[in-house]
């Protein structure tokens, strides 16, 4: 799953120095984007002064999504993703390719640093989310023991559950990130190689082995669980 494409000189273009929120790589993904774009549109906001934000949302349209620096032929199988039908796009923010489609179920925070001090450190700030991520998943269903890794993963035993990417602007950040619940893991692995950089607790691991369902989770009772959440900060 790691083997790089033949052909490099077909690959596709890597970030422009002026770029959109959301780069469509390949095939569409209307859902997907508009709601990636969504997230970032909150970090606009609170950049310019409005309250902190959550956005919770899902999407049926498969897409592979990149974070802002990878190249999208190293990170994601072009060629199946063409023949199967799924989109790739590119999110201004960082962090690696996660597949968003049925049974994922997607968060975000745009949170100004004047909120907590912990938000002025990436790793706290990762810790306080996914403290906050934990909770909202147990008051909506997820009936399995989460864990937070350092890398920000939240994990079930040793096998991921959910990731997270960030972007910091000047007076707020963005932290968003996918949650599997109900997805088809040996349906969307194929469309993503084996990551250039993984966590240590990964080994090496392929998707099949390495990612886990969190089972249903109810989002509306999680949107509202995060929020409620949220009021409780600063």
Not at 152 to 158: K, P, S
Request: proline share 5%.
């Amino acid at each position: 799953m790691n083997r790089r494409p033949d052909n490099p000189a077909a690959a596709l273009p890597r970030v422009a120095n002026s770029r959109p929120s959301v780069e469509v790589l390949a095939g569409n993904a209307a859902q997907c984007r508009v709601a990636l774009e969504e997230d970032f549109a909150l970090l606009d906001r609170v950049e310019e002064g409005a309250a902190p934000a959550v956005h919770v949302w899902s999407c049926t349209e498969p897409a592979a999504v990149i974070g802002v620096g990878q190249d999208a032929t190293v990170e994601v199988d072009l060629d199946h993703c063409r023949r199967a039908g799924i989109a790739v796009l590119r999110r201004a923010s960082g962090g690696g390719a996660v597949m968003v489609g049925r049974g994922t179920l997607q968060y975000a925070f745009a949170l100004p640093y004047t909120l907590s001090p912990v938000l002025h450190d990436i790793g706290a700030s990762k810790a306080l989310c996914n403290q906050m991520l934990i909770r909202a998943l147990a008051e909506a269903g997820a009936g399995a023991d989460l864990l937070a890794d350092r890398s920000g993963d939240l994990r079930v035993g040793d096998r991921k559950a959910a990731g997270l990417a960030l972007r910091r602007r000047r007076r707020a950040m963005l932290l968003h990130g996918t949650i599997l619940v109900e997805a088809e893991i040996q349906v969307l692995a194929p469309a993503l190689r084996h990551p250039s950089r993984e966590p240590d607790y990964r080994a090496g691991r392929t998707h099949e082995e390495f990612l886990i369902n969190l089972g249903p989770v109810d989002e509306t009772t999680f949107a509202a669980a995060l929020t409620a959440l949220l009021r409780t900060l600063g």
